[in-house]
């Protein structure tokens, strides 16, 4: 005789439910909670392993294909996430720091100072 639980037998309605569980992105330690009442992560990935990818994957589909609809139909939030995500194009700020005409911006730079100019220049008073 042989001690703990029988081999688990998944059901159809254990199946799908683990597939839409999955989809949902409920993470895998609490789908385990909650099918065959209650298995653990290694025996779910071991008995669901298609339902989970399955799940996730219908799930990104449903999603990108609302999206994709949105953004056909003129959705401007949903089109400018797809082009940003799924046509890589980005917004670029292009600082050129030129002077007049594109000419070489000219600084004027003053003298260097002494000590004591400096101390007159801002009323330093110095400790004699």
Same mark, same amino acid.
């Given at each position: 005789?042989?001690?703990?639980? $029988? %081999?688990?037998? %998944?059901?159809?309605?254990?199946?799908?439910?683990?597939?839409?569980?999955?989809?949902?992105?409920? $993470?895998?330690?609490?789908? #385990?909670?909650?099918?065959?009442?209650?298995?653990?992560?290694?025996?779910?990935?071991?008995?669901?392993?298609?339902?989970?990818?399955?799940?996730?994957?219908?799930?990104?589909?449903?999603?990108?294909?609302?999206?994709?609809?949105?953004?056909?139909?003129?959705?401007?939030?949903? #089109?400018? /996430? /797809?082009?940003?995500?799924?046509?890589? /194009?980005? @917004?670029?700020?292009?600082? @050129?720091?030129?002077?007049?005409?594109?000419?070489?911006?000219?600084?004027?730079?003053? $003298?260097?100072?002494? $000590? @004591?100019? /400096?101390?007159?220049?801002?009323?330093?008073?110095?400790?004699?």
């Amino acid at each position: 005789m042989t001690a703990g639980r $029988p %081999p688990l037998e %998944p059901t159809d309605a254990d199946r799908r439910q683990v597939e839409a569980l999955s989809g949902y992105g409920v $993470p895998l330690e609490q789908i #385990a909670v909650l099918v065959c009442g209650g298995i653990d992560s290694d025996t779910l990935r071991k008995h669901f392993k298609n339902e989970l990818t399955q799940g996730k994957a219908k799930a990104n589909s449903k999603v990108g294909q609302t999206l994709f609809q949105k953004a056909i139909a003129g959705d401007t939030t949903a #089109a400018i /996430w /797809w082009s940003k995500t799924q046509m890589r /194009w980005k @917004e670029t700020v292009v600082n @050129e720091h030129s002077g007049q005409d594109g000419s070489p911006i000219k600084f004027n730079i003053a $003298p260097a100072l002494t $000590p @004591e100019q /400096w101390a007159d220049a801002f009323s330093i008073k110095k400790d004699n």
